[in-house]
Antibody
Framework: QVQLVQSGAEVKKPGTSVKVSCKPS????????INWVRQAPGQGLEWMGWMGPHSGDTGYAQKFQGRVTMTRDTSISTAYMELSSLRSEDTAVYYC??????????????WGQGSLVTVSS | SYELTQPPSVSVSPGQTASIFCTGD??????ASWYQQKPGQSPVLVMYADDRRPSGVPERFSGSNSGNTATLTISGTQAIDEADYYC??????????FGGGTKLTVL
């Protein structure tokens, strides 16, 4: 079955960077785009961007342009999301999700368990 | 602020029908998806392409999209349906937009 396993919780200081990993299993890694979504405590879902594991192509939400980098390592079938210049407002659970598309219809079919990132001095 | 507008909360009695609305211009040109999220858990897809149920989602869940409003309907609502629900659409082919979420209370 499809699973996306993410890295564990992290505590970071303001101004530093965090890199969250997402390792899918149960399918061929390069066949489906990975999206990243975050959720601040008590808040809603916020889309951050996507990455195509086959090509390495990316697309980022305007809000995170210049601060986020999404990459992958196909040799170990793992996707990464790195967020830099962290501030307290970046404290959130970060999710990776597999995009599924058929006949031009796309949706986030599978989600990782989430990675809590706490930004605190 | 969110480009898709949802009511913050909806209450329903057990066995009754709950309707959660999602409004936004993006829905005029995009399919809607819906995600259910229970406390401490990851979101789960419960509806896609406006009205298609993923395998494993109970038949009491249905969806529609007309004009600029998408609707998730839960018929015969059960206590286990209590959760936050998020609508989602597309702004261009690759940009995801979410609604602010609706807390469904079954009481």
């Amino acid at each position: 079955q499809v699973q996306l396993v993410q890295s564990g919780a992290e505590v970071k200081k303001p101004g530093t960077s965090v890199k969250v990993s997402c390792k899918p299993s149960g399918y061929t890694f390069t066949k489906f785009d990975i999206n990243w979504v975050r959720q601040a405590p008590g808040q809603g879902l916020e889309w951050m961007g996507w990455m195509g594991p086959h090509s390495g192509d990316t697309g980022y939400a305007q809000k995170f342009q210049g601060r986020v980098t999404m990459t992958r390592d196909t040799s170990i079938s793992t996707a990464y999301m790195e967020l830099s210049s962290l501030r307290s407002e970046d404290t959130a659970v970060y999710y990776c999700a597999r995009l599924e598309c058929a006949d031009g219809i796309c949706y986030l079919a599978y989600w990782g368990q989430g990675s809590l990132v706490t930004v605190s001095s | 602020s969110y480009e898709l507008t949802q009511p913050p909360s909806v209450s329903v009695s057990p066995g009754q029908t709950a309707s959660i609305f999602c409004t936004g211009d993006k829905l005029k040109t995009s399919y809607a998806s819906w995600y259910q999220q229970k406390p401490g858990q990851s979101p789960v897809l419960v509806m896609y392409a406006d009205d298609r149920r993923p395998s494993g989602v109970p038949e009491r869940f249905s969806g529609s999209n007309s004009g600029n409003t998408a609707t998730l309907t839960i018929s015969g609502t059960q206590a286990i349906d209590e959760a936050d629900y998020y609508c989602q659409a597309w702004d261009s082919s690759t940009i995801v937009v979410f609604g602010g979420g609706t807390k469904l209370t079954v009481l």
